[in-house]
C-alpha cells in the first residue's frame, strides 16, 4: 500500500519487483536483516550509482530483453524502495530500525529537464518528417506535447472516456486515481484528425485494442528526426508543458488540475460541465506551445509581429 493507505498500481508494483530483482537481490539478497547497518546502505547505494549491477540478459522470447543500467537515478529510486522496505519491517518486527534512514541519496534531476523553444520546433518538424512511423504513435506524441498527460494515460485513453462536446477526459484510473481533465482545441484538433466510431483506444497499436506498449521506441525515433538529444522523453514533454504553463503566469493549482498532479485533479462537479476557466488556461498553453512546434515562435510574439 502506498503511504496514503491506498493500493498501489500494477505498474509500480511491476517496478519494485524488478528493482528488488535487478539491484537489491544480487547485492543484498544473501544478507541478513540484522547485519546490515547505515554502511552497507551507502555502499549499495553506490554500487548501483557505479553500474556494479548493470547487465544484459535475454529473457527467452524473441526481442525480449532486460536490460539493467544501473546508475545515481536508479540508486536513487531503489533506496526509497528499500527505506519503505524496512519500514514495513520495523512494523512488522521483522527488525527494530531502518539502516536507510539518515541515507543522503543522489538528486535527481529528471524533473528539471524542459524543451528549449528551438527544440520544440524540432519535435514539431520531427511529427511532420516521421512519415513511415506508425501514425497513432506520431498522433499520440503530439497529444502529450499539447496535455502535458501522462504517456500511459495517452496510451490507455478510451473513446468512451471522452465528452468531445464538453472538451473533457474522465480518466478512471491515473496514477493519482481518478481524474477528469480539459482537454484544449489544439489537442481536440489531434483526437478529430484519428476518429474512431468504436470504444476502442484512441491511440491504438497496430493489433486493434492492444496497448500501444513500443511507444517509447517510436517516440525516440520520432524525436531523432529532428535530431533532438536522447534526454528528450515522454515525461519532458509533460514537465515541459507545466514549466511553459507557468511562464505564461497560470497558477501552480491550474497547472496541477491540466496535467493531474496529486490533488490537483477537477472534482466531480466537473464532470458534465467542465470549468471555462481551466478551458481556456488549456487553450493557452496548447496554443502557445503549438505554435513553438509549427514556426519557433510563441502565439503572443507572433501576434505582435503581426
Known sequence: MTRRGQDKKQSTLDTDRSRIAAHIKPLLGNRKIAEIGRADIEKFMHDVAGGKTKRRSHLGKPRAVSNVKGGRGAATRTIGLLGAIFNYGVRTGACDR????????????????????????????????????????????????LTGWRSGEALKLRWSYLDLKQRIACLPDTKTGSSVRVISRAAMKVLEDHPSSDDGLVFPSSHKDIVMSGFPFLFRKIANFGELPKDVTPHVLRHSFASVAADLGLSELTIAALIGHRGGSITSRYAHQADTVLLAAADVVAAHIA????????????SSVS
Open 291 to 302: 505554435s513553438l512546434m509549427s514556426d519557433g515562435q510563441p502565439q503572443a510574439l507572433k
Open 98 to 145: 531502518s539502516p536507510v534512514v539518515g541515507i543522503i541519496r543522489f538528486a535527481d534531476g529528471r524533473r528539471n529537464r524542459r524543451l528549449t523553444d528551438d527544440e520544440y520546433f524540432k519535435f514539431g518538424e520531427s511529427l511532420g518528417a516521421a512519415k513511415e512511423i506508425w501514425p497513432y504513435a506520431i498522433a499520440a506524441a503530439r497529444f502529450l506535447a
